[in-house]
């Protein structure tokens, strides 16, 4: 596999916070009703899982950004809709892509680590093509 690049963000959480209490802040609108659910059942404190999850997004934009260095971008000015952080049943975090950016990515694999430590969150991405199988002539 090849790979395609690689994204780092990090995120200052009182920050984030302070822009997602903003009166008419349109932040929350770049999270999928999912991203959303989940951080909102996070009682004890919904703007660290908000930032860490916007590293995420802002680490898989750099990363796509790099592999389209010399080339113009693919997807317009709001990509973070077209990313969102999923969780499996474990709590394990994962990149799903949606419309746009699913089909500028298909099938590329996306590794993904998120942190948050103190009044910090971050996230490193890398993402790596597919393995294209050639079958062997007779």
């Known amino acids: 596999m090849a790979i395609l690049g690689i994204g ?3 995120v200052t959480v009182s920050e984030f916070e302070e822009q997602l209490s903003r ?3 349109a932040m929350k609108s770049s999270f ?3 991203e959303r659910r989940y951080c909102e ?3 004890t404190d919904p703007a660290r899982h908000y930032a860490v999850r916007w590293a ?4 898989v934009i750099k990363a796509w950004a790099a592999s389209r260095f010399a080339r113009p971008p693919a997807v317009g000015d709001n990509a973070y809709v077209q990313i969102e952080v999923v969780n499996d049943a474990w ?9 746009e950016a699913a089909e500028f990515l298909p099938g590329a694999i996306i590794h993904l680590s998120l942190t948050h430590d103190g009044d910090m969150a971050g996230a490193m991405v890398v993402i790596e093509e597919p393995d ?3 079958p ?3």
């Open 23 to 25: 009166p008419g802040t």
């Open 32 to 34: 999928r009703p999912g």
């Open 41 to 43: 059942s996070k009682s």
């Open 136 to 138: 062997l002539g007779n």
């Open 91 to 99: 709590g394990r975090p994962s990149i799903k892509l949606h419309d």
């Open 8 to 10: 780092f963000d990090l």
């Open 132 to 134: 294209i199988v050639v």
């Open 56 to 59: 995420a997004k802002e680490a």
